[in-house]
């Protein structure tokens, strides 16, 4: 029997776009991207890509449409709760957050009004495509507000004299600046998740989706960690393994000819700053590497 096949929504263009492709290729599954179809079909899996706004894919997935989606936790929280007040099916399993698509939903209002905290904004009109989640911060602070719902252009609803305040994504804030606008409460930190629908799944898609995790796990932990290999003298080696990141229990090997050193390889879950490089070296290290890792598998 064919096993049914697995059906990932991710943005078809935007900011989550081009990682969520990479994560998948890097995860193993090959497919490629042509034209302007909705539907992508893996070549080496029984997966399809379901390219689409990233509006859509909590819904997708709180219905069931679609066994996986990669979302911002900002649209995935505000569809939620835009779904729970309508008495829809709001339901979906987090599997785990993605090291992209990090920003913050923050309350930003013009730059030389005075704030002193968030019962400033009661009474205000907040411009914003987040109604829910604005609504949400503010109840939990006993603060009454109006608002004024805008899906682009947010940040000029102030000077255009639509509102008093805006509720956006800001990522370094040089947009809000631009807008002389200055950020004042951050209502949501959000980066991109993996989620599954709250559906049965056959064993075999689970089993998929199971691998599938395991080697994204693999992917993101070798993007945030190095390989490093340096000589180092063998009467420093304490010494020199004190500076190395997460050096508990590095490979320490002879070298083949020169007595006085030993090679010392390590898998480290940080980076190797340039002033501890320095520091090795003065302690006699030399031939000191640091590689990036491509995949693992603990
Ligand atoms: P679509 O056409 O798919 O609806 P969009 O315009 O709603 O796209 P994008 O601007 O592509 O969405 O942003 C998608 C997601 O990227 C956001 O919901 C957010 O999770 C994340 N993101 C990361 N940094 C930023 C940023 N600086 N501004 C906006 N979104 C950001
Ligand atoms: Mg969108």
Redesign the pocket.
């Known amino acids: 029997m064919q096993t049914p096949r697995l059906r990932i929504a991710i943005?078809?263009?935007?900011?989550?776009s081009k990682e969520s492709q990479n994560l998948l290729k890097q995860c193993g599954v090959k497919f490629n991207m042509v034209g302007e179809r909705l539907v992508v079909h893996a070549e080496n899996m029984p997966i399809d890509l379901l390219l689409v706004?990233?509006?859509d894919i909590p819904g997708l997935i709180m219905d069931g449409v679609v066994d996986l989606g990669v979302i911002?936790e900002?649209?995935l929280e505000e569809v939620g709760l835009e779904r729970i007040a309508r008495n829809e099916p709001a339901d979906y399993k987090k599997l785990r957050r993605l090291d992209f698509?990090?920003?913050r939903l923050s309350i930003a209002i013009d730059k030389d009004a005075r704030y002193s905290g968030p019962q400033d904004l009661q009474g205000k009109r907040i411009a914003t495509t987040y109604p829910q989640l604005v609504k949400r911060y503010m109840d939990e602070r006993g603060v009454k507000f109006s608002t004024c719902m805008l899906n682009g252009s947010v940040e000029v609803a102030p000077r255009a004299g639509l509102a008093d305040a805006i509720c956006d994504?800001?990522?370094t804030g040089a947009t809000l600046e631009a807008n002389g606008l200055k950020e004042v409460e951050v209502i949501l930190r959000?980066k991109?998740a993996l989620i599954q629908a709250q559906i049965p799944m056959s064993a075999e898609k689970q089993a998929l989706i199971d691998r599938l995790l395991t080697r994204m796990q693999g992917v993101i932990q070798a993007k945030e960690s190095k390989y490093i290999m340096l000589h180092a003298p063998t009467d420093r080696l304490d010494q020199i393994k004190q500076l190395l990141p997460g050096a508990e229990d590095p490979t320490v090997m002879p070298l083949s000819q020169d007595r006085t050193k030993v090679a010392i390889h390590l898998v480290s879950s940080e980076n190797l700053f340039w002033e501890t490089m320095e520091q090795l070296k003065e302690l006699g290290a030399s031939s000191i590497l640091v590689l990036p890792i491509e995949k693992m598998m603990e």
Do not use: I, T, Y
Not at 11 to 16: A, E, M, N, T, V
């Open positions: 943005q078809k263009k935007g900011r989550l706004r990233d509006d911002g900002n649209e698509g990090g920003c994504l800001v990522s959000s991109a």
